[in-house]
Structures are given as structure tokens and as C-alpha cells.
């Protein structure tokens, strides 16, 4: 037609066509009234008056139906007649439109969750200005491995020798006391240089970003601070501005507030100037990571050419003196999403499963319908419908169907959106972006309609193949719907059970790995225990380190003499706290002063069997006894350890056996000094238990345990254990003891048994959700079995009425029924497992303790499924074999 | 019926009724009296043909609707004439004219 507005003119009457008629109504009664009145005046009876006038109109249907057809495109105008006789088909079926519509809800609302959180964490681009051209640079170790942290010299010669981008930042992000005018409380502190609000391009919703004034060595501390950490303290960014706050000694005042949102790295609350703080000249403290934007017109493989090249040349310059043999350059929202992506890909591949599920069961009770309706389509196609006339109607009928279905999903997926982060998603980054908005409801309309066409395809393909017309001449008698759509229902059906299989091996995979990583030793007692996490100042003179002491020894004490406190620990790195876990190279010496100087730690650190590497833990003599880790052999730290006493240092089971095979560690030397500062050597006294400290899947890691008290450097950031039965009564007994101590300290507390989960979390979060699809999906495939074997029964009642009569008994007819449900259950299951298998194989990244080809979760999931393929087809073969042939053959 | 009476030329019903406009808005019944009215009663517009002819000059944007009040207080729609419906009038009208110009031309002609 002439112009697009024409167009949307008259597609928008299709809807406003009882608006239009009912003004068309209007007009042509006026015109017969006038026409009445006119005769009257002509001096007619009011009878014959009123038949001329009807008479002259001549025909008031014929008159309305050729001025709407002047009113509407013919096509479109087929297309929403065939969608409203496609409602009210679907309305004189209420059953079926029930069914089909909540199960594509929840095919449609699996997919559209999943696409929802993938579209919250994966495809949404980052909410900064350009986000695709903000990238994490990062070091490539000599072994080939990629780290996040450079050191700084490294980083500077990146800044000076790179053209590739418009802003570099370092960035090292840690836990924050801060007390003041405010409760205290712990912050997630970044420090930031220079550069970083040039990368990010975001600025301050109030305030401003740091003066060049203020980036340098002893200048007036400043901070910008987030949205949310503004509100929280200070009820608003505007009241935020200008208040200082106290982190240990220092104290720094609120310069701007970042827009709502904003809190890159990671969750910051507080940005500080990294300028503040010394240069640091190692090129081996690996203590800050970098980000960068790329220069306009800067590709990211232009940009990774460069850091390639000017990294190997400080490599080919600085050699021993630097780890970095090479650099790679990857975006911040890849490198943000990498862990979780496989973990996306599987929900995805899961909820696409479902979704075919779904569309396989509807496309099934579709096929039902369109048999028992064989003879209406019939008689459509003899009074003259045409072919695609009938496809078309059909096609809309599935439409109506999808679209409907699509809002069951979307309301499902907004249901369930929620909960899901309820359920909490452990590392899952970006959770707050994770919304059901245009995008998702643009999918979800896309999805109904793709299911649509997926439903249509079935139904027309049977429908358009099938002559119509010899419905006709098919009698009752016969088979309707006949051996052709009887082949494809069943072909629907096993293919349901293939894919379910698929889905529920997944699941059973899953779960056994879940349930495996429970039964994992960690090494230690995760019952009636509480954590507390503790952030000290770092002391900059004596006295503060002598007040952080105190509070140390004071927190100690009082805890133990709670009531009901068996035991109180501490340590620097409480285990799955996804902390940091620091490690290093350490020295077997021969008498405890062998090394004195860098020289010596030098030379001796080329003698191989003299090295060892291993994490460094500072803990109290109480840590062991409070977290259940034994004591194997020799003895644990004692009051007699003071600081001037020998220092002396446990070590882990694994780490005996692996440096020490078939000798006794015990009363050995060791020099670990580079990892603490203090370079007085270690004895080892005992022995202890291996702890897998990262997580429960992780091996345990070989560890040296320094005592707390001895070192000089003792632990600001720690945790505290304390054992004791019903360790949620303790908590705030304990909560109290250190706002006694120093109300400034704040103290996050927490039992060890949910730090446990809070560390599976992440877990738990996709066998939840691969689960749930599971379960749909088998009760799904349950349902299509139920409805083919019972559409069967119903379609041979008189075949098995016939048998009966002839003799047949009842065990025959349940065995002839069942056995169909079993022969397809075998086909699809067999299908299935091979599918499995192929799947699987994927998962085994995410799989602990079984492999993917796990017999017992394989065989479960058969077990599983027979057992509903047997409940679905005795039922209907039940009611056949109660069947009474005389009933049967007298209809 | 009778057929030879009052049956319109193809084409010639659209140009009636903008002619019947030219002169003032009115409603689907006065354009239907002033036509036949007009034409002595020759031409009589069948309702089933002017409702839909009516529509079509609208989407056309030949003319226009709206509803009114008439004079003895009833609710009817009322059709005018649109600026582009004029100039199609007079085009028309131009083109009638030379139309029956010819067709007489020939009718008369003188047979030899």
C-alpha cells in the first residue's frame, strides 16, 4: 500500500473493529429510520413504511459486509479471523488449551530465566560509557599461566611504552575497618591511580574525582565513595560529602559520590588515591592489577600485539629480576563472566532441552486433536476451503497457544527470577543486573513464536500430506488418525525420553558430585563452630602495634571464658573464604641461622633440595583444637613460644610427605622470612592435618603455620574460630565481646558450617536449577507416554474388546499395552543414553568425584525413567483390560 | 427487479457523491435523496453500494466524517468534502465532460 501510516491505520482498526462497526450500525440504522419517516410523510402505514424502507436498503448484512471489506486488507483480516476461530476453538477445548499452554509456560519460562540471568551476566554490555573498550591487562608467567596481578615497575613501563590505550589504572582492592562518626563497619576499599576514572569514564553523581593535589606521597587523604555505601552510612550521596571517616590511623574525607551502580572493581565501596602509598620498585610484588581503555581506533588484537611485544622486551631486559614473560589483554566483562560461563552454557543447553521437551509434548496433544478433528477439516476442505487455508488456521491456532503460553513463561521467569537469587548464586557476577526487561520480554515473544512454527511444522506436516478427503471414506471402524500419525506421535514420544534422559543424567551427574563434595574430609569439623572475621588497622609505629596485640590476646581470652566454649582459634586465612591465600618458596636450612642476608637466601634458593614451596598461615595454638584439625605428631604451639622464644612453625601432613619422604621433619630449619618480613628461622615442632583450604573440590595444599605471637608481623586481617554447641546462641555473646574490646573494630560473624555452603554456593545454585528442568522434563515425558499409550487404548477398545471376546485375558492386554510403552521407552532411552554420553562429556569441568560416565548415576537415571514409563502406560492399560467386550462391540 | 433504471456506470457513483458534497457536508441519507433528487428520480443509489463507496472516498481522504446532531435532535455522521476531494471532483468532472463530449460525438454521428 501506499504508506506505512495507511498500513498501521487499518491494522489497527482490525482491533478497533467493533468501534467501527458499531459507528457503521449507527449510520445505517439512521438511513432506514430517515428512509421510514420519509414514507410516512408519503402517507404509508407504518408497517409498509418500514418494510420499503428495509426493502430499498436492500439487504443490511450484504451493505455492512461490502463496507468493512472496503475497510480492511483482505489478508490480514483472514489472519486475525483465523486467530479469533482459533481462541474460540481453543475455548470449547478447555483441557487442552489448559494443558498446552502451562506446559509451554514452562518451556517458555525455562528459557526465558535462563536467558534472563545470561542476559543480566553475559550480554549486556557493562554499564560504563564504551564498556566493550575497557580491558583487564595481564601477566603471562614464565610457565605459560596467566595472573591478574603485575607488580608496579612492570606497569609503569606498560604506561610509558604503549600507544594501544588512552588510560591505564592499577588498581589492588582490599577489606577496610572503618569507625568514625558512623557504626563501624567493614568496606571493600579500592586503591586506585591516576588514571581510573579516565578508564571507567564515570564521574561522580556529587562531588568530584581526586585533585592532582591530593595523588601524591603524605597529601590530605581523600575518597570518593558509592552510591549505595553513601546511603547506608549517610542516608544520601548529598549528605555524604565532606564527612570524614577513620580507617586505622588514617583519616580521609568523602570528596564525590559514584552514580548508583558503580562499583567496579568488584563490589567497591570505597575508592582511595593509590598515590597515597610509596612507589613500590619490585618487579616481583605482584600487588596491583590493571585496567585499561583502548585508544580510539585501537583494536583489542592491535592493542594485544603491542603488550605482547613491549612485555617480552622487558622480559629480554630485566630477565630473572621480573616473572612476566609475556602479556595478554582480555575485556573486563570476559574476564569478569570467565568462571561462570561454562556454568551459563550448561543452563542453557538444559533449558534449550526443555523448551524441545515441551514443544515435542504440545506438538503431541496437537496431533491428538488434529485426529479427532480429521472429519471438520474435512468438510472445511469439501465446501472449499483451500489447503493453506487450513494450515494457516492451524498455524494460528498454535500461535494462540504460544503466545499465551509465553506470558505463562514470562509470569514464571519473573517468579522465578527472584528466587533464584534468593537461592543465592555464589560467585555469579553482575547478580543485580539480572532483571526481566525488554530484552528478556523480546525473547520471550520470540520464543513463543518460534515454538509456534516448531508446532505448526508438526501439525501441517501431517495434516498438509494426508488427503483430507479420504476421511471421508474411513469409517469409524478403522484406526482414525492412522498407522502414519500413530508413527510420528510415537517418534515424539521417544524422542521426550531421549532428551529427558539427557537432561536427568545431567542432573544426576550434578547431584552425585554435589553429594560427593559433602562427603569430602575437609580436613576439618565445619559442626558448632562460629567464624569471626576481623579487620585490625595495620599499625604504622609500636604503639599501634602494641594496642592491636593487646586487642588480639584480650579477644582470645574473653572468648574462651564465654559459656559453652570448648575451644578458641586464630588464623590470618580462614579456609573457603575465597580469600587470598598467600605462598611461596621457602628454605630447608641446616642450623636456624644459615641465612642472614638476601645472599644467602639467594644461593641457597638454587640448590633444589634445599627448596620447597608452600601457603603461609600465622594461627594460634587454639586454631587446631577449635577447627578439629589433628595434631599427627610432635607437639602444638605452647605458652612457652613467646615472641623471644625460638620461633617454631607446624606443618601440614602433605607437606611432610611430599618434602620429607621417609624422614622425620620434625626439628628441621626452615627460613620463610620472605613471607612475613622476619627472617628469624623456623623449627618445625609438629605435624597437623591436611585442610583443603580453597575449597572442597581443591587438593589439599601443602602449608607451613607460623605462631601468631611470635612473629613480628602478626595478622590485621584475621579470622577467629570458636567451637561450642549451638554456635547461633554464641554469636552474639561474641559480637559483644569485641565491641567491648575496641567498638571501632567491626566484625562480620558467620558459622563455619555456612561459610561451608556459602563456598558451594555457586554449586548448588546450577544443580538447583539443572534440577528443577530435570524434574519438569520427566514429568513431561511421564505425560506424553500417559497420553499416547491412553489415546491408544482408547483409539483399540474395540480391537481389544474383539481380542477379549475371542479370548484374550486381562494379563494379554495389560502385557500388549505396557509392553508399547516399553518398547518406546527402550528405543528413546537407548537414543537417549548415547545422547548422554556425547553430553556428559561437556560437564566433566564441573563434575567432582564421578566421572562423566558414572555408572551409578547413569543407572539411576534409567531405573528412573523406566519406572515412569511403566506407571504412565498402566494406567490406560489397566482401564483396556477392564474393558468389557460385549460394551465395545454393541457401539 | 427492474433493472434498466437507475443503475449507475461503473465509476460514475463516486463522482456523484462528491458532487453531492460540493455544495455542503451531509449525512449517507441526504446524499442518497439529493442524488436522487437531482437526477428526477433517475438515479437511485442502492444503500449496499453507497456505505461501501462512502468508506472508500474516506480512505481515500476524498472526504471526511464526523459525527453531528441534526436538525430534529439525531446522532448521524456526516460526510464533507477534503481539499483533495475537490480537485478529484474537477478532475473528474473535466474528464466526464470530454467523456460524454465523445461518446455523443459518436452516437450522433450521421450514419451514412
Not at chain 1, 380 to 387: F, M, Q, T, Y
Not at chain 1, 443 to 470: E, H, K, M, N, P
Not at chain 1, 654 to 661: D, F, G, I, Y
Amino acid at each position: 500500500m501506499e504508506n506505512p501510516i495507511e498500513w498501521w491505520r487499518r491494522f489497527a482498526a482490525l482491533f478497533r473493529r467493533r468501534e467501527v462497526e458499531g459507528g457503521l450500525e449507527e449510520e445505517i440504522a439512521f438511513h432506514i429510520e430517515q428512509q421510514i419517516e420519509k414514507n410516512l410523510r408519503q402517507g404509508m402505514a407504518p408497517e409498509a413504511a418500514r418494510r420499503d424502507a428495509l426493502l430499498r436498503f436492500g439487504g443490511v448484512e450484504r451493505t455492512r459486509e461490502a463496507t468493512r471489506d472496503e475497510y480492511r486488507p483482505v489478508l490480514l483480516d483472514g489472519v486475525a479471523r483465523d486467530i479469533r476461530y482459533g481462541v474460540r476453538a481453543l475455548r470449547r477445548a478447555p483441557g487442552f488449551a489448559l494443558t498446552s499452554v502451562l506446559t509451554l509456560g514452562l518451556g517458555i519460562g525455562a528459557a526465558v530465566c535462563v536467558f534472563s540471568i545470561v542476559n543480566g551476566v553475559l550480554l549486556k554490555p557493562l554499564p560504563y560509557p564504551d564498556a566493550d573498550r575497557i580491558v583487564r591487562v595481564l601477566q603471562v608467567s614464565e610457565d605459560g599461566g596467566v595472573t591478574e596481578n603485575v607488580s608496579e615497575p612492570n606497569f609503569r613501563d606498560w604506561q610509558a611504552e604503549t600507544r594501544s590505550f588512552s588510560a591505564m589504572a592499577e588498581i589492588a582492592q582490599g577489606l577496610v575497618s572503618v569507625y568514625g562518626s558512623v557504626e563501624p563497619n567493614r568496606a571493600t576499599m579500592t586503591l586506585v591511580s591516576r588514571e581510573f576514572f579516565n578508564v571507567m569514564q564515570v564521574r561522580p553523581i556529587v562531588g568530584r574525582t581526586f585533585a592532582p593535589d591530593e595523588l601524591h606521597e603524605g597529601a590530605v587523604p581523600t575518597a570518593i565513595v558509592s552510591d549505595a555505601y553513601a546511603r547506608r552510612l549517610f542516608g544520601g550521596a548529598r549528605s555524604a560529602l565532606g564527612q570524614t571517616l577513620n580507617s586505622g590511623s588514617t583519616a580521609f574525607t568523602i570528596i564525590g559520590v559514584m552514580p548508583p551502580g558503580f562499583d567496579y572493581p568488584s563490589r567497591t565501596e570505597i575508592w582511595m588515591p593509590r598515590e597515597l602509598e610509596p612507589e613500590q620498585t619490585s618487579r616481583t610484588a605482584h600487588n596491583f592489577r590493571a585496567v585499561a581503555r583502548l585508544a580510539a581506533g585501537v583494536t583489542l588484537e592491535q592493542a594485544q600485539r603491542e603488550i605482547s611485544t613491549v612485555s617480552r622486551a622487558l622480559k629480554a631486559k630485566y630477565g630473572e629480576d621480573t616473572w612476566m614473560s609475556d602479556a595478554t589483554v582480555e575485556r573486563v566483562q570476559d574476564r569478569m563472566t570467565r568462571n561462570v560461563r561454562p556454568t551459563l552454557y550448561l543452563l542453557i543447553a538444559a533449558a534449550a532441552l526443555l523448551f524441545i521437551i515441551t514443544c515435542a509434548n504440545v506438538s503431541n496433544l496437537l496431533l491428538a486433536r488434529a485426529a479427532t478433528r480429521q472429519r471438520e477439516l474435512a468438510v472445511r476442505l469439501a465446501i472449499g476451503a483451500g489447503r493453506m487455508h487450513i494450515v494457516r488456521q492451524l498455524l494460528c491456532e498454535s500461535l494462540v497457544l504460544c503466545v499465551a503460553g509465553g506470558f505463562v513463561g514470562v509470569l514464571i521467569a519473573y517468579g522465578s527470577v527472584h528466587g533464584l537469587i534468593a537461592i543465592d548464586p555464589g560467585n555469579l557476577p553482575r547478580v543485580n543486573e539480572i532483571v526481566v526487561d525488554w530484552a528478556v520480554l523480546a525473547f520471550a515473544f520470540a520464543v513463543s513464536v518460534l515454538s509456534a512454527f516448531l508446532l505448526g511444522a508438526v501439525t501441517t506436516l501431517r495434516i498438509g500430506r494426508r488427503d483430507l478427503r479420504s476421511s471421508f471414506t474411513e469409517s469409524q471402524r478403522t484406526m482414525a488418525g492412522g498407522r502414519q500419525s500413530q508413527r510420528v506421535r510415537d517418534g515424539l514420544v521417544v524422542a521426550q525420553i531421549a532428551l529427558t534422559l539427557v537432561l536427568l543424567t545431567g542432573a544426576g551427574l550434578l547431584t552425585r558430585s554435589f553429594l560427593q563434595l559433602l562427603a569430602v574430609d575437609t580436613g576439618f569439623n565445619t559442626d558448632d563452630a562460629l567464624v569471626l572475621d576481623i579487620a585490625l588497622a595495620p599499625p604504622a609505629n609500636d604503639g599501634e602495634r602494641s594496642r592491636n596485640t593487646y586487642f588480639r590476646e584480650r579477644l582470645l581470652e574473653e572468648l574462651q571464658s564465654l559459656p559453652g566454649v570448648t575451644a578458641v582459634g586464630l588464623i590470618n586465612d580462614f579456609p573457603l573464604g575465597g580469600r587470598w591465600y598467600a605462598n611461596g618458596l621457602f628454605i630447608e636450612m641446616t642450623h636456624p641461622d644459615e641465612i642472614r642476608s638476601p645472599e644467602d637466601f639467594d644461593r641457597l634458593g638454587n640448590v633444589p633440595e634445599r627448596v620447597g614451596s608452600a601457603g603461609y598461615r600465622s594461627a594460634s595454638a587454639g586454631y587446631f583444637r577449635a577447627m578439629g584439625i589433628p595434631l599427627i605428631r610432635g607437639r602444638l604451639f605452647e605458652p612457652g613460644d613467646g615472641p623471644d622464644a625460638a620461633h617454631v612453625a607446624l606443618i601440614s601432613e602433605s607437606l611432610a610427605r611430599t618434602k620429607w619422604p621417609n624422614q622425620d621433619p620434625i626439628g628441621r630449619f626452615i627460613q620463610f622470612g620472605n613471607m612475613d618480613g622476619d627472617v628469624r628461622g623456623l623449627r618445625v615442632i609438629g605435624i597437623v592435618g591436611d585442610v583443603r583450604e580453597i575449597s572442597p573440590e581443591a587438593i589439599p595444599s601443602p602449608i607451613i603455620y607460623t605462631h601468631y605471637r611470635q612473629r613480628r608481623n602478626a595478622p590485621t586481617q584475621f579470622s577467629v574460630v570458636v567451637r561450642g554447641p549451638r554456635p547461633g546462641n554464641i554469636a552474639p555473646a561474641a559480637q559483644r565481646v569485641v565491641r567491648d574490646i575496641d567498638p571501632t573494630v567491626p566484625v562480620a560473624i558467620r558459622t563455619v558450617k555456612q561459610a561451608m555452603e556459602q563456598s558451594m554456593a555457586g554449586r548448588r545454585f546450577s544443580l538447583v536449577l539443572l534440577g528443577v528442568f530435570a524434574t519438569a522434563a520427566l514429568l513431561l515425558a511421564t505425560l506424553g507416554i500417559y497420553g499416547v499409550i491412553s489415546y491408544l487404548v482408547t483409539q483399540r477398545t474395540r480391537e481389544i474388546g474383539i481380542r477379549m471376546a475371542l479370548g484374550a485375558n486381562r494379563a494379554d492386554v495389560l502385557r500388549m499395552i505396557i509392553g508399547k510403552g516399553a518398547m518406546l521407552a527402550g528405543i528413546g532411552g537407548g537414543i537417549g543414553l548415547v545422547a548422554a554420553l556425547a553430553f556428559t562429556r561437556v560437564l566433566q569441568g564441573m563434575l567432582f568425584g564421578v566421572r562423566a560416565t558414572d555408572p551409578v548415576a547413569f543407572a539411576g537415571v534409567l531405573v528412573l525413567v523406566s519406572a515412569a514409563v511403566l506407571l504412565a502406560s498402566y494406567v490406560p492399560a489397566r482401564r483396556a483390560s477392564r474393558v468389557a467386550p460385549s460394551m465395545t462391540l454393541r457401539d | 427487479m427492474k433493472k434498466s433504471k437507475g443503475d449507475l456506470l461503473q465509476g460514475t457513483l463516486d463522482m456523484l457523491v462528491l458532487k453531492a458534497l460540493a455544495l455542503e457536508p451531509m449525512h449517507g441519507w441526504g446524499i442518497t435523496e439529493r442524488i436522487e433528487q437531482w437526477s428526477e428520480n433517475v438515479l437511485k443509489p442502492g444503500q449496499g453500494t453507497l456505505y461501501p463507496a462512502l468508506y472508500r472516498l474516506e480512505r481515500q481522504k476524498l472526504i471526511r466524517s464526523e459525527w453531528r446532531i441534526t436538525s430534529n435532535n439525531r446522532r448521524a455522521r456526516y460526510y464533507a468534502l477534503t481539499p483533495a476531494g475537490r480537485r478529484h471532483l474537477a478532475a473528474e468532472l473535466d474528464n466526464w465532460k470530454r467523456m460524454s463530449r465523445a461518446i455523443n460525438l459518436v452516437l450522433e454521428a450521421k450514419t451514412v
